[in-house]
Nanobody
Framework: QVQLVESGGGLVQAGGSLRLSCAAS????????MGWFRQAPGKVREFVAA????????YYADSVKGRFTISRVSARNTVYLQMNSLKPEDTAVYYC?????????????????WGQGTQVTVSS
């Protein structure tokens, strides 16, 4: 069982930065691939970024590539999403998720555990 708690969301102006954190409970954290997803009002939840168990492989949605960076610190049971050059269209609730696979994956159905989400609002 893994519990995930996101933090770091907030209100920022376009062009600004935020760093989201996802703290995981459970001793097997290092065996899970981790991902970030987001859901904007009136839209379906979409993939943002993922990282494999070791941190050696990452994958990004085209819409955030070059602006967002996912990383993990297994000793802290924490995954981060550094978001730079934020745009109003990045406004959404951001969710952290854990998948019982060592490979990086962008497929929501592969993820077994989800956090409650943190709101990110980017003003123009």
């Amino acid at each position: 069982q893994v519990q995930l708690v996101e933090s770091g969301g907030g209100l920022v102006q376009a062009g600004g930065s935020l760093r989201l954190s996802c703290a995981a409970s459970g001793r097997a954290f290092s065996r899970y691939a981790m991902g970030w997803f987001r859901q904007a009002p009136g839209k379906v939840r979409e993939f943002v970024a993922a990282i494999n168990w070791s941190g050696g492989s990452t994958y990004y949605a085209d819409s955030v590539k070059g602006r967002f960076t996912i990383s993990r610190v297994s000793a802290r049971n924490t995954v981060y999403l550094q978001m730079n050059s934020l745009k109003p269209e990045d406004t959404a609730v951001y969710y952290c998720a854990a998948a019982r696979t060592t490979s990086v994956t962008s497929t929501q159905e592969d993820y077994d555990y989800w956090g409650q989400g943190t709101q990110v609002t980017v003003s123009s």
